[in-house]
């Protein structure tokens, strides 16, 4: 196993091949690992052929290496910045509760329930 890679390195390698579930990047000519497609970029990928291609060289942060098996683990999104999220509009921030949530959100069931105790003494 090579002793010069470590977890939580960045550095920059090349994509060596892209599957439905990730992509391959050499990191040199004798060690590769694998980017999740869900450790591509931030928020959801569909199509991984959509970021990353056979080729691109691309920043990766080694996210964990198992030493046993040989396998690296790698991020792209770990070396980029998260998108801040816009504020939603026509949201209020502090959505006044509903009469139901007021009263512990049962409190019709218990009514109902009263009432249905009611109907079923009197059928008797």
């Known amino acids: 196993m090579s002793e010069k890679f470590t977890?939580?390195?960045?550095?920059?390698?090349?994509?060596?091949?892209?599957?439905?579930y990730g992509a391959f990047v050499a990191l040199d000519d004798q060690i590769q690992g694998l980017v999740h497609i869900s450790e591509?970029?931030?928020?959801?990928?569909?199509?991984?052929?959509?970021?990353?291609?056979?080729?691109d060289e691309v920043n990766v942060k080694i996210i964990s290496i198992d030493e046993e098996k040989n396998k690296y683990s790698l991020s792209i999104r770990?070396?980029?910045?998260?998108?801040?999220?816009?504020?939603?509009?026509?949201?209020?921030?502090?959505?006044?509760p509903s009469q139901q949530e007021e009263q512990g959100g049962f409190n019709t069931l218990k009514d109902k329930l009263n009432e249905w105790l009611k109907q079923s003494e009197q059928n008797k």
């Not at 977890?7 to 994509?15: A, S, Y």
């Open 40 to 55: 591509v970029t931030h928020g959801f990928v569909k199509d991984i052929n959509e970021f990353i291609a056979v080729g």
């Open 78 to 96: 770990a070396t980029e910045e998260a998108p801040k999220k816009a504020p939603q509009a026509n949201k209020p921030s502090n959505p006044k």
């Open 7 to 20: 977890e939580g390195q960045v550095l920059t390698g090349k994509v060596t091949g892209v599957q439905p």
